[in-house]
């Protein structure tokens, strides 16, 4: 409270607040009332509570200024009680957040900017009740989370059939989506053979992002992802994260580094296969990769057997702005 006093400054450019103490609760409401009367831009929100349920207050949904706004939240609902008017906002991210159809489509009312044709919309949305209307923006970015699904091992019969709805009717609202990125979590349930019956459209999609190991599907693509591919006939740009918090490529001898490049390549291979039209391929891989034994051999095989591709592998340092990276 002491430091919010001492801030006299008239604008303030960005705010980002992360605390997980229930006793820090009270000073929440007024730093985001600090930050809106201070005509704030970018707004990052961090909100870790373990058992505390957070409910922002209506002012925090009326913002003339702010362009910028990450949510990051356990616990915490985004349902508004009152009219939505974010009129300067051009990227939005909610995570973790529980976000009902109701509630998306009373804050994408109130984001005039961010969704029109041009400018982002970045939404990443996990649980069971998250859904989003994407035809009016360009760019999407899906996870979803196997928790906040209550799925761990196995999908109840009795509950499969509205599973396969849920998610036919999630990919049906991403098809006017130009720029697509779907995350690992989103991937690995898309990709179950529980959910094989899913019904994909035709997509419209320039330019997809997948995180998805490479390596694993150098004998078959992950069914969601060969969909995905073969019902975007627009594609041209594919990026691939193939970062893997279970592997360590650090501690690989000689004999798995052989094995793992030739996954690698099999994998890229197998991408490009079911990617017709496709002009550019962009794999991001541990900067490990590059000081592999014959990594250098294995891009120019690629370069060479694809050359109507631009193939290229980029470090972990290079990779392109996140949704959490702004």
Known sequence: ?????????????????????????????????????RHVESMNLELQFISYHYEFPDFFYINSSVKKLRIKSRFTSMIPKCSVSWTSLKKLSFR???????????????CPLAASEDNTSRTQLLGSDSNADCCTTPEANLNICLHALRLHYFIKPDSLGAMVAKMAEMLEKLHNVEKLTLERGFLRILSRPELRSVAFPMFKIKDLTLETPLSQHARDIPHAIEEMLQNSPDLKKLTVHTRCHHTKPGLWKKPRWEVELKLMATGVENLLKKSKGLEKIVVQVDDRYFKALGFEEMVQTLSHNYNTVSIVFSGISSKPATIEEW
Do not use: F
């Open 96 to 110: 973790s957040c529980t976000l009902s159809d109701n509630s998306i489509a009373m804050i994408l009312s109130g």
């Open 1 to 37: 409270m002491e430091a919010q006093n001492r801030y006299t400054a008239p604008k303030m450019m960005s705010l980002h607040l992360r605390t997980g103490k229930k006793e820090n609760v009270k000073h929440i409401n007024t730093w985001i009332e600090l930050a809106t009367s």
